[in-house]
């Protein structure tokens, strides 16, 4: 048993799908939420400069007495997972694996991966589609314009439609079966997707999968949370509340009780 908050963190709103998913799958868990929208984008960003960023939120996450962290980020994960795994002696689970595992049980002809250039550039995701045994072909297409897009709350717009489809016409042309929302951001799309590749494709959203490996980790590790006291949430954030307020709303029809904390000043 250990009552104590999962860490779970992101450059911003995109982590909150993850959330989401952990609160479904996991209602006695309790988190503690970091989102640095004061330096979002990340996935601009040179992965060195993630990992400094990254440390900083893990140590601020650390001294809120987490038990264990969830990357709930693909750009993080993509930059500085193996830097996480050294430096903080607790599980940490991210996106990036459980994604790949479904593409690879899922497709029968070829993946296509959306997601931040940081994402993209690095290479994980065919790094860790291979290690998880993914022999189909895998496109992927960074897709700049996505993120600004979600973090200003301009879902359901024109513009997201045709960046959308910008980005999805072009993965759809390898005759890809899946595709993967490779940035937790994404989802907020989510139906600005299902527009434009009519049912064609399997869609990813990588935080089932990525739940479904925490809670598997803190059964395994005797980990749980057992208070029968309902579970209080914390989040706080780097920048200005009042579009992470709109964005989360649109999410969870409620708003949050948000603290503002600076990071690396
Ligand atoms: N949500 C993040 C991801 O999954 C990154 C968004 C960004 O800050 O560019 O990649």
Same mark, same amino acid.
């Given at each position: 048993?250990?009552?104590?908050?999962?860490?779970?963190?992101?450059?911003?709103?995109?982590?909150?799908?993850?959330?989401?998913?952990?609160?479904?799958?996991?209602? /006695?868990?309790?988190?503690?939420?970091?989102?640095?929208?004061?330096?979002?984008? #990340?996935? %601009?960003?040179?992965?060195?400069?993630?990992?400094?960023?990254?440390?900083?939120?893990?140590?601020?996450?650390?001294?809120?007495?987490?038990?264990?962290?969830?990357?709930?980020?693909?750009?993080?994960?993509?930059? %500085?997972?193996?830097?996480?795994? !050294? /430096?903080?002696?607790?599980?940490?689970? $991210?996106?990036?694996?459980?994604?790949?595992?479904?593409?690879?049980?899922? %497709?029968?002809?070829?993946?296509? *991966?959306?997601?931040?250039?940081?994402?993209?550039?690095? $290479?994980? #995701?065919?790094?860790?589609?291979?290690?998880?045994?993914?022999?189909?072909?895998? +496109?992927?297409?960074?897709?700049?314009? *996505?993120?600004?897009?979600?973090?200003?709350? !301009?879902? $359901?717009?024109?513009?997201?439609? &045709?960046?959308?489809?910008? #980005?999805? /016409?072009?993965?759809?042309?390898? /005759?890809?079966?899946?595709?993967?929302?490779?940035?937790? +951001?994404?989802?907020?799309?989510?139906?600005?997707?299902?527009?434009?590749?009519?049912?064609?494709? #399997?869609?990813?959203?990588?935080?089932?999968?990525?739940?479904?490996?925490?809670?598997?980790?803190?059964?395994? *590790? &005797?980990?749980?949370?057992?208070?029968?006291?309902?579970?209080?949430?914390?989040?706080?954030?780097?920048?200005?509340?009042?579009?992470?307020?709109?964005?989360? !709303?649109?999410?969870?029809?409620?708003?949050?009780?948000?603290?503002? +904390? !600076? *990071? $690396?000043?």
């Amino acid at each position: 048993m250990d009552n104590r908050p999962i860490g779970v963190f992101d450059s911003g709103v995109g982590g909150l799908t993850v959330a989401k998913e952990i609160f479904a799958q996991l209602p /006695n868990e309790e988190i503690t939420y970091f989102g640095d929208t004061f330096r979002a984008p #990340y996935g %601009s960003r040179d992965l060195s400069e993630i990992t400094v960023f990254t440390m900083q939120i893990c140590e601020f996450l650390e001294s809120q007495n987490v038990k264990a962290l969830v990357i709930a980020c693909n750009s993080i994960v993509a930059a %500085s997972y193996d830097e996480i795994v !050294k /430096n903080f002696k607790m599980p940490v689970i $991210g996106v990036i694996e459980p994604a790949c595992q479904e593409a690879a049980k899922y %497709s029968k002809s070829a993946v296509g *991966l959306m997601a931040t250039a940081a994402t993209v550039n690095s $290479g994980a #995701y065919e790094r860790l589609f291979e290690k998880v045994g993914g022999k189909q072909a895998f +496109h992927s297409i960074p897709c700049p314009s *996505l993120v600004p897009i979600i973090e200003d709350g !301009k879902m $359901g717009s024109e513009e997201a439609l &045709n960046e959308v489809r910008k #980005y999805a /016409n072009e993965l759809l042309t390898h /005759n890809i079966d899946t595709l993967i929302l490779g940035c937790t +951001h994404y989802p907020f799309l989510r139906p600005e997707v299902e527009t434009v590749t009519e049912g064609k494709v #399997y869609i990813i959203d990588p935080a089932q999968g990525t739940t479904r490996t925490l809670a598997q980790t803190l059964a395994m *590790l &005797n980990m749980e949370r057992k208070e029968t006291s309902p579970p209080e949430h914390k989040f706080f954030i780097s920048g200005d509340r009042t579009k992470f307020d709109f964005v989360y !709303k649109t999410l969870f029809s409620t708003t949050p009780d948000i603290m503002i +904390h !600076k *990071l $690396g000043e």
